[in-house]
Protein backbone atom coordinates (compact mmCIF):
# COMPACT_ATOMS: atom_id res chain seq x y z
CA UNK A 1 0.00 0.00 0.00
CA UNK A 2 1.34 3.39 -0.49
CA UNK A 3 1.01 6.04 1.89
CA UNK A 4 0.10 9.77 1.14
CA UNK A 5 0.52 12.73 3.35
CA UNK A 6 -0.14 16.23 1.81
CA UNK A 7 1.57 19.59 2.40
CA UNK A 8 1.80 23.01 1.43
CA UNK A 9 -1.80 24.15 2.83
CA UNK A 10 -2.64 27.15 4.62
CA UNK A 11 -4.30 31.09 4.85
CA UNK A 12 -3.92 32.90 1.87
CA UNK A 13 -5.41 36.57 0.24
CA UNK A 14 -7.63 35.99 -2.68
CA UNK A 15 -5.57 36.67 -5.95
CA UNK A 16 -2.90 34.69 -4.24
CA UNK A 17 -0.99 30.85 -4.54
CA UNK A 18 -0.06 28.07 -3.05
CA UNK A 19 1.55 24.90 -3.96
CA UNK A 20 0.47 21.88 -2.83
CA UNK A 21 2.71 18.36 -2.17
CA UNK A 22 1.94 15.59 -1.62
CA UNK A 23 4.64 13.06 -0.50
CA UNK A 24 4.45 9.52 -1.30
CA UNK A 25 5.81 6.09 0.39
CA UNK A 26 5.53 2.30 0.64
CA UNK A 27 5.37 1.87 -3.31
CA UNK A 28 7.25 3.58 -6.45
CA UNK A 29 5.49 6.17 -7.62
CA UNK A 30 5.34 4.95 -11.05
CA UNK A 31 2.84 2.50 -9.97
CA UNK A 32 -0.17 5.00 -9.43
CA UNK A 33 -2.30 7.67 -11.25
CA UNK A 34 -2.46 10.41 -9.19
CA UNK A 35 -5.05 12.85 -8.27
CA UNK A 36 -6.26 15.45 -6.31
CA UNK A 37 -9.64 16.23 -4.60
CA UNK A 38 -11.21 18.96 -2.62
CA UNK A 39 -13.72 19.04 0.12
CA UNK A 40 -15.76 22.10 1.11
CA UNK A 41 -17.93 22.19 4.61
CA UNK A 42 -21.46 20.39 3.76
CA UNK A 43 -20.16 19.22 0.42
CA UNK A 44 -18.88 16.19 -1.42
CA UNK A 45 -15.60 15.75 -2.18
CA UNK A 46 -14.50 16.85 -5.61
CA UNK A 47 -11.97 15.93 -8.37
CA UNK A 48 -9.63 18.61 -9.19
CA UNK A 49 -6.77 16.94 -11.09
CA UNK A 50 -5.46 13.71 -12.08
CA UNK A 51 -2.08 12.64 -13.74
CA UNK A 52 -0.78 9.26 -15.00
CA UNK A 53 2.42 7.84 -14.08
CA UNK A 54 4.96 9.35 -16.34
CA UNK A 55 3.11 12.69 -16.64
CA UNK A 56 1.86 12.10 -20.38
CA UNK A 57 -1.99 12.23 -20.01
CA UNK A 58 -3.12 14.85 -17.04
CA UNK A 59 -7.04 15.58 -16.95
CA UNK A 60 -8.53 19.01 -15.21
CA UNK A 61 -12.09 19.83 -14.17
CA UNK A 62 -13.38 22.34 -15.76
CA UNK A 63 -13.43 25.25 -13.07
CA UNK A 64 -9.81 24.66 -12.07
CA UNK A 65 -8.05 24.23 -15.36
CA UNK A 66 -7.22 27.53 -16.37
CA UNK A 67 -5.93 28.07 -12.49
CA UNK A 68 -4.37 25.08 -11.64
CA UNK A 69 -1.40 22.82 -12.48
CA UNK A 70 -0.76 18.94 -11.69
CA UNK A 71 2.94 17.98 -11.97
CA UNK A 72 4.76 14.86 -10.25
CA UNK A 73 8.46 13.97 -9.73
CA UNK A 74 8.81 10.12 -9.39
CA UNK A 75 12.23 10.08 -8.38
CA UNK A 76 11.01 12.55 -5.40
CA UNK A 77 7.84 10.51 -4.99
CA UNK A 78 5.84 13.52 -4.38
CA UNK A 79 2.91 15.32 -6.53
CA UNK A 80 2.40 18.96 -7.08
CA UNK A 81 -0.67 21.36 -7.05
CA UNK A 82 0.25 24.70 -8.23
CA UNK A 83 -3.01 26.92 -7.52
CA UNK A 84 -2.92 30.39 -8.58
CA UNK A 85 -5.82 32.89 -8.55
CA UNK A 86 -7.20 32.06 -5.43
CA UNK A 87 -10.38 32.21 -4.57
CA UNK A 88 -12.81 32.48 -1.63
CA UNK A 89 -14.69 29.74 -3.28
CA UNK A 90 -11.50 27.70 -3.31
CA UNK A 91 -11.64 27.64 0.86
CA UNK A 92 -11.51 23.46 1.37
CA UNK A 93 -9.52 20.35 2.44
CA UNK A 94 -7.62 19.20 -0.67
CA UNK A 95 -6.83 15.65 -0.91
CA UNK A 96 -4.29 13.71 -2.92
CA UNK A 97 -4.80 10.57 -3.79
CA UNK A 98 -3.57 7.29 -5.86
CA UNK A 99 -4.96 4.39 -8.19
CA UNK A 100 -3.47 1.56 -10.15
CA UNK A 101 -5.96 3.02 -12.74
CA UNK A 102 -4.33 3.25 -16.12
CA UNK A 103 -6.03 6.84 -17.77
CA UNK A 104 -6.01 10.10 -15.54
CA UNK A 105 -9.82 9.48 -14.08
CA UNK A 106 -11.93 11.79 -12.54
CA UNK A 107 -14.33 8.45 -10.15
CA UNK A 108 -13.42 8.78 -7.19
CA UNK A 109 -14.41 5.58 -6.28
CA UNK A 110 -11.38 4.03 -8.29
CA UNK A 111 -8.92 5.87 -5.64
CA UNK A 112 -8.31 3.69 -2.62
CA UNK A 113 -5.26 5.86 -1.14
CA UNK A 114 -5.76 8.61 0.27
CA UNK A 115 -3.79 10.92 2.18
CA UNK A 116 -5.33 12.76 5.57
CA UNK A 117 -5.92 16.17 3.72
CA UNK A 118 -4.27 19.71 4.03
CA UNK A 119 -6.67 22.85 4.87
CA UNK A 120 -6.56 25.73 2.33
CA UNK A 121 -8.23 28.69 3.24
CA UNK A 122 -8.81 31.86 0.87
CA UNK A 123 -9.64 35.13 2.16
CA UNK A 124 -11.45 37.51 0.36
Known amino acids: QVQLVESGGGLVQAGGSLRLSCLTS????????MGWFRQAPGKERAFLAA????????NYEDSVKDRFTISRDNAKATVYLQMNSLKPEDTAVYYC?????????????????WGQGTQVTVSS
Open 26 to 33: GQPLVRYT
Open 51 to 58: INWNSGAI
Open 97 to 113: AATTFISPTSALYRYLN
